[in-house]
């Protein structure tokens, strides 16, 4: 599986360089921003956690308004139970990389050379690279530790679906709200609880060489 997510990556990469070379100028970016998860977890009630992003997008002419634009960022994201469930995770903080091959769909045509707002909608798939736990053991005593990915435990790749509003300058600033309904149960064992991220996210970012 962690093959087939790099393969991912890189086949996103490709594909985004390949239009490029035929659709028109392609423009690279940075952007960054800050989470606040709403997590369904059926073991217990939680509270919302905070977190946030940073990473590169590309955006590349599709066809009239319709841009391609994808990304890759490290997300970090967390979990936190209200009560301490009984043989459960109680929190959860986690660092993932993200491929998002979403798409943007501007209000105004390129050709105005204005300053416009656009909506943002797509996927996303998410690998897990590391965290810390908290879970209880046959006592109710809280064990903390590094987050344990398995078929049995915490899985460690997810998907959501994004849907998103910004504002972009000609000048390359880019504001989005973007909101992600979670897809993936994120645990892994049989008869086992849920856990969903849904998470409402603020960010900035920058396309180089985009000037009025």
């Given at each position: 599986?962690?093959?087939?997510?790099?393969?991912?990556?890189?086949?996103?990469?490709?594909?985004?360089?390949?239009?490029?070379?035929?659709?028109?100028?392609?423009?690279y970016?940075i952007?960054?921003?800050?989470?606040?998860?709403?997590?369904?977890?059926?073991?217990?009630?939680?509270?919302?956690a905070?977190?946030?992003?940073a990473?590169?997008?590309?955006?590349?002419?599709?066809?009239?308004?319709?841009?391609?634009?994808?990304?890759?960022?490290?997300?970090?994201?967390?979990?936190?139970?209200?009560?301490?469930?009984?043989?459960?995770?109680?929190?959860?903080?986690e660092?993932?990389?993200?491929?998002?091959?979403v798409?943007?769909?501007?209000?105004?045509?390129?050709?105005?050379?204005?300053?416009?707002?656009?909506?943002?909608?797509?996927?996303?798939?998410?690998?897990?690279?590391?965290?810390?736990?908290?879970?209880?053991?046959?006592?109710?005593?809280?064990?903390?530790?590094?987050?344990?990915?398995?078929f049995?435990?915490?899985?460690?790749?997810?998907?959501?679906?994004?849907?998103?509003?910004?504002?972009?300058?000609?000048?390359?600033?880019?504001?989005?709200?973007?909101?992600?309904?979670?897809?993936?149960?994120?645990?892994?064992?049989?008869?086992?609880?849920?856990?969903?991220?849904?998470?409402?996210?603020?960010?900035?970012?920058?396309?180089?060489?985009?000037?009025?």
């Open positions: 599986m962690r093959s087939f997510f790099f393969l991912l990556t890189a086949c996103t990469l490709f594909v985004a360089s390949a239009s490029s070379q035929s659709l028109g100028k392609i423009y970016g952007k960054g921003g800050y989470n606040y998860s709403l997590v369904s977890y059926t073991a217990a009630e939680t509270e919302g905070h977190g946030g992003y990473g590169v997008m590309m955006k590349i002419p599709f066809d009239n308004r319709l841009f391609f634009a994808p990304q890759i960022d490290f997300n970090y994201r967390g979990m936190k139970a209200k009560t301490l469930p009984a043989n459960e995770l109680s929190k959860v903080t660092l993932q990389i993200r491929v998002m091959p798409v943007q769909i501007d209000f105004k045509h390129p050709d105005k050379n204005e300053n416009t707002m656009f909506v943002m909608i797509g996927p996303s798939l998410g690998f897990g690279v590391g965290g810390k736990q908290v879970k209880q053991d046959q006592n109710g005593t809280p064990i903390k530790g590094k987050l344990k990915y398995g049995q435990d915490y899985g460690q790749y997810d998907a959501s679906w994004h849907s998103g509003l910004g504002y972009e300058t000609t000048n390359g600033l880019r504001l989005l709200v973007d909101y992600a309904f979670g897809l993936s149960n994120m645990m892994n064992r049989d008869g086992g609880p849920s856990i969903r991220f849904h998470t409402i996210s603020a960010g900035v970012g920058y396309w180089f060489g985009k000037k009025k």
